[in-house]
């Protein structure tokens, strides 16, 4: 079964700094990829969806970007983050058109 | 807009009682799937219903799917102190490659 890896496991950046989190799966293949955000206390939002390398569907417009270089990597990122970037982010893979599992995800704090 | 939203919000309980909590989506789904998650964890996955099936079990877990209503259920028996975290339903809409999360219900089980 695959594995999700996040890091790192916390952040607190200042506002205005750049963001990369990462995002890598093990023990499947072509899987498709998403980015999620959870405001505390509040359900999740997708972010950005990917069904390939180099292909991104995003969801909801705002500053941040993800990317996808490898079949089992994916990016999350930001030029420039604002105080509304903090949250939860849960990157999650899907292989077979069934189940979705999820990583254990980031904790970004914008101070 | 929001997909899944369920129902209630917040649900408190003895240990030993059975809890449900319902969702509702609004378009036609290919698979609901319910997740648990912890507080400040990633979410884990529970059980997956496809849109041809009525009823699913798994241990302690019984998940119902009405597509007439748009609605589905998620019932914990014999709760457990440990059964205490959110839960979420995550539909996949047809034609669609992404699963869309409900708001969530907050369960706490009283030992």
């Known amino acids: 079964s695959q594995t999700i890896h996040q890091w790192p496991a916390t952040l607190v950046q200042p506002v205005g700094s750049p963001l990369s989190l990462e995002c890598t799966v093990e023990?499947?293949?072509?899987?498709?990829l998403y980015w999620y955000r959870q405001a505390a206390g509040r359900g999740l939002q997708l972010l950005f969806y990917?069904?390939?390398?180099?292909?991104i569907s995003s969801e909801v417009p705002q500053n941040l970007s993800a990317s996808r270089p490898q079949d089992r990597q994916f990016i999350l990122s930001s030029k420039k983050l604002l105080l509304s970037d903090s949250g939860f982010y849960l990157c999650?893979?899907?292989?077979?058109?069934?189940?979705?599992?999820f990583g254990p995800g980031t904790r970004l704090t914008v101070l | 807009s929001q997909q899944g939203e369920e129902d209630p919000q917040a649900l408190s309980i003895q240990e030993g009682e059975n809890a449900t909590m319902n969702c509702s989506y609004k378009t036609s789904i290919n698979n609901l799937q319910w997740y648990r998650q912890n507080s400040g964890r990633g979410l884990v996955h529970l059980i997956l219903?496809?849109?041809?099936?009525r009823e699913k079990h798994s241990g302690r877990l019984r998940v119902t799917l009405d597509t007439s209503k748009k609605s589905s259920s998620l019932l914990i028996t014999a709760s457990r102190a440990a059964d205490t975290a959110s839960y979420f339903c995550a539909t996949d809409s047809s034609g669609t490659y992404k699963y869309i999360f409900g708001t969530g219900t907050r369960l706490k089980v009283l030992a």
């Open positions: 999650a893979c899907r292989t077979g058109g069934t189940e979705q599992f």
């Open positions: 023990g499947t293949s072509n899987p498709n």
């Open positions: 990917s069904v390939g390398i180099g292909q």
């Open positions: 219903i496809r849109s041809n099936e």
